[in-house]
């Protein structure tokens, strides 16, 4: 539950996340930190944050009902009402007035959104306008909103997806998040060295240390399968596979469609002409074909109308997501070794 906690210095009440005791802050009025202590009172969304009224400026006395003065005491007024005293607000206006991230209406000296969770950033920084969005927590239970460039989120710990704006490798502008899994995201982005071409990028999540070297081989094992079926059209091209330490990210064809199984939801399950399906058929035969010559032979263990992708033209088909293919072994003993079994359950 967010927490209500006044400024040690000018006193202003701030409206603050709820794991905020024991953090340290700048108050976003006088800019001195300052560390929440545990007596911080919580506060409901139904409890709005009042700031505590500015501190009483000594007014001169009442004037006089106005009398005839010459034209020239004129300007002595004006300049006096527009003295900094007079013109100084009682509080002052702190950041915008609308969360940035999903526009909500914030309350007066607010850090967070009450909405979405997302964290405010000092003033001049929420204003630079850099083209790179808050990063939404994708935790159903959680959803918060948080400041570009976190990794994890603060609310939740989960990893965050990036935001739109990123730039991976200093060529790839992330455009947006197209899917993510328990494995990875896959993000539309933008190869700005080659000709604003778009890309789809597929990050490893790997919050597990000891599993990083496993999924990292399935990653270059994804990328050495696609190069050996460069020749076959109905599979992407494989343009980049980027390691940076802990994070691996394979860079492939963007495909504009969408795959067979969401568009058979979204028909009332109608099944797809017959013709059609057996030119895909004929297709994705040639693939595994293609496939199954390799030496040693290679499998896809994983085809599935969601991985079967219609293109714009509502005629031709692309293959996706090679991802837990692998190859049956060399020899006849490790053909018949035990090896992980990959299925979609349903």
Not at 96 to 103: D, F
Not at 200 to 206: F, P, R
Request: aromatic share 6%; glycine share 6%.
């Amino acid at each position: 539950m967010p927490i209500v906690f006044g400024c040690p210095k000018c006193n202003m009440k701030m409206q603050l996340p709820d794991n905020s005791v024991g953090k340290t802050f700048a108050c976003p009025a006088c800019k001195v930190p300052f560390t929440v202590p545990a007596s911080a009172a919580p506060v409901t969304p139904s409890s709005p944050v009042v700031n505590i009224p500015a501190p009483v400026v000594n007014k001169p006395a009442a004037v006089p009902p106005p009398q005839p003065a010459p034209i020239a005491a004129a300007p002595k007024a004006a300049k006096s009402d527009s003295s900094p005293v007079a013109s100084k607000p009682s509080s002052p206006v702190i950041g915008p007035i609308n969360c940035p991230a999903c526009t909500a209406q914030l309350l007066p000296g607010a850090i967070s959104c009450m909405d979405c969770g997302y964290l405010l950033q000092a003033e001049s920084t929420l204003a630079e306008g850099d083209g790179v969005s808050p990063a939404i927590c994708t935790n159903p239970v959680c959803g918060s909103a948080n400041p570009p460039g976190e990794r994890n989120c603060q609310r939740c710990g989960q990893v965050l997806p990036f935001a739109a704006g990123h730039l991976i490798n200093n060529r790839y502008r992330i455009e947006k998040q197209l899917a993510i899994g328990g494995f990875g995201a896959v993000y539309l982005a933008t190869d700005v060295k080659e000709a604003n071409r778009p890309v789809a990028i597929k990050d490893m999540i790997c919050e597990d240390p000891g599993e990083f070297d496993i999924r990292l081989n399935f990653f270059r094992r994804e990328a050495d399968i696609l190069k050996s079926l460069n020749s076959v059209s109905i599979v992407p091209k494989v343009y980049d596979l980027i390691e940076q330490g802990e994070r691996a990210y394979l860079v492939l064809e963007f495909i504009k469609g969408k795959d067979l199984m969401k568009i058979l939801e979204s028909n009332g399950h109608t099944p797809f002409p017959i013709e059609s399906v057996i030119e895909w058929g004929r297709s994705i035969c040639d693939v595994l074909q293609h496939m199954h010559s390799q030496v040693p032979p290679l499998v896809h263990r994983d085809l599935k109308p969601e991985n079967v992708m219609l293109l714009e033209d509502k005629k031709s088909i692309k293959m996706i997501d090679f991802g837990t293919a692998r190859d049956l072994g060399k020899n006849q003993k490790d053909r018949h070794a035990a090896k992980t079994k990959v299925y979609t359950e349903g």
